[in-house]
């Protein structure tokens, strides 16, 4: 595969960054990466984080993050509110999801403008717990020159609070470090697993963790962003022993992804290798369901 190719790859929608009918309204947002990230910051507000907005998320409002298609996404945003998508809405009228769903828009946003661009599963390390590397995803775009990561939710208001000393919209590769490096890292004993994942929650992090990011980063790659509790494959329990081959598995994986230049290349193996490749249903571990990947329509 050529750098063309590679590039214009990821400027394909793939099944759950294809805008649809509503390809028109992301044209409308300005092209240039900071416009899109304020753009999706108007649009869009953390569930676990509307204090930080003065209101209280209601339990109905909850099941948004669930959504997985960028075209259900836009159609819940335009049905409540037929302003042009560049037009921020109230914090508290804001598409209610976590930080997959802004990595999923600005990806979308990105592509329909022509720009390379994928979703990267991995760990940030710029939250309160600054010993702990924190579950998270962002964008990743060609500008020309190198692929760029960048946060579209780390807002003004999340930049103050966290106190974030570095631009949102140019993520330093040590603060948010991609699935394929963190194993790397762990590893080498280099990163200690069992501060990788959710903080304060007993049993949600370690290496099964930082495994099971691997594979939705390898899916990204491939064009199928699932959502941060999707579960298929091989994905590895918390109770689970990660065994020589599987061990094997994910060195070869890592290796090719932490390196943004040579990541499309897993690529081939997200096609051929039944333990990485999304099927039409996967396990919601939240609501503990088989759900399609795609709905019926």
């Given at each position: 595969?050529?750098?063309?190719?590679?590039?214009?790859?990821?400027?394909?929608?793939?099944?759950?960054?294809?805008?649809g009918?509503?390809?028109?309204?992301?044209?409308?947002?300005?092209?240039?990466?900071?416009?899109?990230?304020?753009?999706?910051?108007?649009?869009?507000?953390?569930?676990?984080?509307?204090?930080?907005?003065?209101?209280?998320?209601?339990?109905?409002?909850?099941?948004?993050?669930?959504?997985?298609?960028?075209?259900?996404?836009?159609?819940?945003?335009?049905?409540?509110?037929?302003?042009?998508?560049?037009?921020?809405?109230?914090?508290?009228?804001?598409?209610?999801?976590?930080?997959r769903?802004?990595?999923?828009?600005?990806?979308?946003?990105l592509?329909?403008?022509?720009?390379?661009?994928?979703?990267?599963c991995?760990?940030?390390?710029?939250?309160?717990?600054?010993d702990?590397h924190?579950?998270?995803?962002?964008?990743?775009?060609?500008?020309?020159?190198?692929?760029?990561?960048?946060?579209?939710q780390?807002d003004?208001?999340?930049?103050?609070?966290f106190?974030?000393?570095?631009?949102?919209a140019?993520?330093?590769?040590?603060?948010?470090?991609?699935?394929?490096?963190?194993?790397?890292?762990?590893?080498?004993?280099?990163l200690?697993?069992?501060?990788?994942?959710?903080?304060?929650?007993?049993?949600?992090?370690?290496?099964?963790?930082i495994?099971a990011?691997?594979?939705?980063?390898?899916?990204?790659?491939?064009?199928?962003?699932?959502?941060?509790?999707?579960?298929?494959?091989?994905?590895?329990?918390?109770?689970d022993?990660?065994?020589?081959?599987?061990?094997?598995?994910?060195?070869?994986?890592?290796?090719?992804t932490?390196?943004?230049?040579?990541?499309?290349?897993?690529?081939?193996?997200y096609?051929?290798?039944?333990?990485?490749?999304?099927?039409?249903?996967?396990?919601?571990?939240?609501?503990?369901?088989?759900?399609?990947?795609?709905?019926?329509s």
């Amino acid at each position: 595969m050529s750098a063309n190719e590679c590039l214009a790859y990821y400027t394909q929608p793939g099944p759950l960054t294809d805008a649809g009918a509503h390809r028109d309204a992301l044209l409308s947002v300005p092209g240039d990466i900071r416009g899109i990230l304020a753009a999706v910051q108007g649009l869009l507000v953390h569930q676990a984080l509307t204090g930080l907005y003065g209101f209280e998320l209601p339990e109905d409002r909850k099941d948004t993050a669930h959504f997985r298609e960028t075209t259900g996404i836009l159609d819940r945003i335009l049905t409540e509110d037929r302003r042009p998508l560049a037009e921020p809405r109230e914090p508290e009228r804001r598409f209610a999801c976590t930080c997959r769903t802004f990595t999923l828009l600005t990806v979308a946003a990105l592509r329909a403008h022509g720009v390379p661009a994928r979703a990267r599963c991995g760990f940030g390390n710029y939250f309160p717990d600054a010993d702990w590397h924190i579950d998270h995803w962002v964008a990743e775009h060609w500008n020309g020159e190198r692929w760029i990561l960048s946060d579209a939710q780390m807002d003004p208001v999340q930049v103050k609070e966290f106190g974030l000393d570095f631009d949102p919209a140019d993520v330093p590769r040590d603060r948010f470090v991609v699935a394929g490096q963190a194993w790397t890292a762990y590893r080498a004993g280099e990163l200690d697993a069992d501060k990788c994942g959710l903080p304060g929650i007993p049993g949600e992090s370690g290496p099964w963790w930082i495994a099971a990011n691997l594979i939705r980063d390898v899916a990204s790659l491939s064009n199928m962003e699932l959502l941060p509790w999707d579960v298929w494959g091989r994905m590895p329990e918390p109770e689970d022993e990660i065994g020589p081959d599987l061990t094997a598995l994910f060195d070869e994986l890592a290796a090719a992804t932490a390196d943004p230049d040579t990541a499309a290349e897993v690529r081939s193996r997200y096609a051929t290798d039944a333990r990485l490749r999304v099927p039409d249903q996967v396990l919601n571990a939240v609501r503990q369901a088989t759900e399609p990947v795609i709905p019926a329509s």
